[in-house]
């Protein structure tokens, strides 16, 4: 499916005692490109409430390529792989602006819950066909 993909820059706050990104940061840089991706195609936090869902993490997976440092400028690009009936497998791809270097690459597999009971439930098929249809 289509990617969605911005650019920001490395602040301060995300290095870490080996001064370098940290790894928890990676993973919420993911989690935040997700959500914007899917907000831009009006499947945010609150749209999915109105439809009696939201979105959980069933697993992470993060490939660690390059480190980035304080200042860098990274673009991150993520996609929809697949979409079931009840989760999706989200790929993301970090890279440094100025050289296009891997940063890192990674996944996370979601799954629709509804959001009283937190079961899974069938992801509406709104959600599925408006990430299909960011493809054109």
Request: charged content about 30%; proline content about 2%; hydrophobic content about 35%.
């Amino acid at each position: 499916m289509k990617r969605y993909g911005y650019r920001f820059k490395v602040s301060a706050e995300d290095i870490d005692f080996n001064g370098h990104v940290g790894n928890v940061t990676y993973l919420t840089w993911m989690i935040e490109a997700a959500t914007q991706h899917s907000q831009s195609l009006g499947f945010g936090y609150e749209k999915c409430r109105e439809l009696g869902g939201t979105w959980v993490a069933k697993s992470h997976r993060i490939e660690y390529k390059k480190p980035a440092f304080e200042g860098d400028e990274l673009e991150m690009q993520t996609w929809i792989e697949t979409i079931g009936k009840i989760k999706s497998i989200r790929r993301y791809k970090l890279t440094r602006s100025i050289d296009n270097a891997l940063i890192c690459q990674g996944e996370t597999e979601w799954v629709f819950v509804d959001s009283q009971k937190m079961r899974p439930m069938k992801i509406p098929e709104v959600i599925i066909e408006g990430f299909r249809e960011s493809e054109s």
